[in-house]
């Protein structure tokens, strides 16, 4: 069944234009539009307003970074680099910057698929969810949804939504062991394989944003073995 859903996949390989358009026509996700350099990247993006955004770092006329931040300044739309660039820094620039997800190539046009459509799932996941309360109070944390603001100590936290995504879920959990399958479930909407790395560089994220000392972390905690654990002492 097609899905009424839009991608567009910005990537100056030609071929690999046409196996990704010809692999998710397969998967049911018919209207795909291409686009080969950061500008018509752009364009493409302003006129067909799609849904979720694949994403080359190495574009003839700059860079892919540049064009998720053009994105980012007007939607929330997911967006997936795809890249050669295999190290570290290089993943944590593209989930620093707005990112919701890095591929590294090569790759299986399958695997692709499999994870556009869990963004697509998740997506649908959040819309049909009944409201939580939209102030939640834990320890030196507030979060106030309806502002999508977080404090502490009454003092503004500014976190990427993927970020939020994950804090916001162990606000609602404290104090309880809380798995990176879980997690990945219900930030991600898709199952854990392939996403251990994507998991810890938002939780490294994270804490560099609400702890003292991050490398001594003392909310968010890892408990090995079994995931992680925002801890709220009674005051």
């Not at 567009?8 to 990704?20: A, K, M, N, P, S």
């Not at 300044?73 to 295999?86: C, D, R």
């Not at 620093?96 to 590294?104: F, L, M, Q, R, S």
């Not at 104090?175 to 938002?202: A, P, R």
């Amino acid at each position: 069944m097609a899905l009424l859903r839009k991608v567009l996949i910005v990537d100056d390989e030609e071929d690999l234009l046409r196996l990704l358009k010809t692999v998710l026509g397969k998967e049911g996700i018919e209207h795909v539009y291409t686009a080969v350099t950061v500008a018509d990247g752009w364009r493409q993006f302003q006129e067909k307003q799609p849904d979720l955004v694949l994403l080359d770092i190495m574009l003839p006329d700059g860079e892919g970074y540049e064009l998720c931040k053009q994105i980012r300044s007007v939607s929330q739309v997911p967006v997936l680099f795809l890249s050669a660039k295999t190290e570290e820094i290089d993943k944590l620039l593209g989930l620093a910057i707005g990112g919701d997800d890095y591929i590294t190539k090569p790759f299986s046009p399958k695997e692709v698929a499999y994870r556009i459509k869990a963004h697509f799932r998740r997506a649908d996941y959040q819309q049909v969810q009944v409201k939580p309360d939209p102030v939640i109070q834990a320890g030196p944390f507030l979060y106030d949804e309806q502002k999508m603001e977080l404090r502490k100590n009454g003092n503004s936290i500014e976190l990427k939504p993927k970020e939020l995504g994950l804090f916001t879920h162990m606000l609602r959990h404290p104090n309880q062991i809380i798995s990176k399958e879980k997690l990945c479930l219900h930030v991600w909407g898709e199952d854990f394989i392939g996403y251990d790395n994507t998991v810890m560089v938002h939780i490294r994220r994270l804490r560099e944003k609400i702890e003292d000392n991050p490398s001594n972390p003392v909310y968010l905690v890892t408990v090995k073995g079994l995931g992680y654990k925002l801890v709220i002492k009674d005051e």
